[in-house]
Nanobody, 113 residues
Framework: QVQLVESGGGLVQAGGSLRLSCTTS??????MAWYRQAPGQQREVIAG???????DYANSVKGRFTISRDNAKNTGYLQMNSLKPEDTAVYYC?????????WGQGTQVTVSS
């Protein structure tokens, strides 16, 4: 059973940075993405990366967030710079392999103004 575990969330001031990690265990993931869900909002995808390293971003985070992965460490990352209060949300890691998709438990990111 594949498990995804996020870490790295917390409280940061506007303009600051955080790096989230998503560690995979129990199997491999082909495509990995980061989603976020703000209070009262729908969960939205913000970044994705293939096993080969191709990336894509939502317009809301493009130029500020960077998704990456270290396949040797079975870990994905989301580097978040120039954070804004509107980035406040629970951030989820999502991964898919040949069999099914998986969600992490989420990590809270709070950006104060």
């Amino acid at each position: 059973q594949v498990q995804l575990v996020e870490s790295g969330g917390g409280l940061v001031q506007a303009g600051g940075s955080l790096r989230l990690s998503c560690t995979t265990s129990g199997g491999s993931i082909n495509f990995m993405a980061w989603y976020r869900q703000a209070p009262g909002q729908q969960r939205e995808v913000i970044a994705g990366i293939t096993s080969g390293g191709s990336t894509d971003y939502a317009n809301s985070v493009k130029g500020r967030f960077t998704i990456s992965r270290d396949n040797a460490k079975n870990t994905g990352y989301l580097q978040m710079n120039s954070l804004k209060p509107e980035d406040t949300a629970v951030y989820y890691c999502w991964g898919i392999n040949d069999y099914r998709a998986y969600w992490g438990q989420g990590t809270q990111v709070t950006v104060s103004s």
